[in-house]
């Protein structure tokens, strides 16, 4: 597995990582509320998007992806909280779960819900 990389520090970072990661998804992303970014936010309005994403998306979409996440979850805080609530618990409702979960780190496997 590639090497974790550093975690984004804002809400407005991680949406820019994630455009990044899977720039399709820009045109239809759509934020979850009008307030101000959270970490929480940009997932919530991310997880729709995911799906399709990842079952179409290159292995180094994936692998990158898959590196944000772990970075996430082994920084802590609010972002590691926003991936754990708002994304790997509701992985296999997402329909990600046998795509993803093979390049998640050990920590964020266990957070994985199927």
Do not use: W
Not at 15 to 41: G, V
Request: glycine share 4%; net charge negative.
């Amino acid at each position: 597995m590639p090497e974790v990389r550093q975690a984004p520090e804002t809400p407005e970072q991680l949406l820019e990582e994630l455009f990044e990661i899977f720039p399709e998804c820009r045109p239809s992303y759509r934020p979850f509320h009008d307030d101000a970014l959270t970490f929480h936010s940009v997932l919530l309005s991310f997880n729709p998007l995911v799906t399709t994403a990842l079952s179409t998306c290159s292995k180094s979409q994936l692998l990158a992806f898959a590196n944000l996440v772990n970075a996430a979850l082994k920084g802590g805080g609010a972002l590691e909280n926003a991936f754990n609530t708002c994304f790997l618990e509701h992985l296999g409702q997402l329909g990600a779960l046998k795509t993803l979960q093979p390049h998640l780190s050990k920590l964020a496997r266990e957070k994985t819900r199927a």
